[in-house]
């Protein structure tokens, strides 16, 4: 078994930050891209940021500038620093990794179960 689990998440004032953490654990052979994705009611799910292995990074516009991806590869962990906070960033909050696992051999997404995060005065 994968598990993705992610922690951080909470309630903040417009301008706040929050640091949100995911860590995989299980039968992990090897991770590749790694990311953030948000969904908030009544919307799509979308990527707020992603990271590859070897350290690229990509943003969606609405948030470049103020957050920051980062990955510790050997943690099997990924985080998503949130700065300058807005009342839009209010979403679920999920963790994603393509990640091989010893069960298959194959290369597959993997989800967290999210965390809230909501900016709001």
């Known amino acids: 078994q994968v598990q993705l689990v992610e922690s951080g998440g909470g309630l903040v004032q417009p301008g706040g930050s929050l640091r949100l953490s995911c860590a995989a654990s299980g039968n992990i052979l090897s991770f590749n891209a790694m990311g953030w994705y948000r969904q908030a009611p009544g919307k799509q799910r979308e990527l707020v940021a992603g990271s590859t292995r070897d350290g690229s990074s990509n943003y969606a516009d609405s948030v470049k500038g103020r957050f920051t991806i980062s990955r510790d590869n050997a943690k099997k962990s990924v985080y998503l620093q949130m700065n300058n906070l807005k009342p839009d960033d209010t979403a679920v909050y999920y963790c994603?990794?393509?990640?091989?696992?010893?069960?298959?051999?194959?290369?597959?997404?993997?989800w967290g179960k999210g965390t809230q995060v909501t900016v709001s005065s």
């Open positions: 994603n990794a393509r990640i091989v696992s010893y069960i298959d051999y194959r290369e597959k997404d993997y």
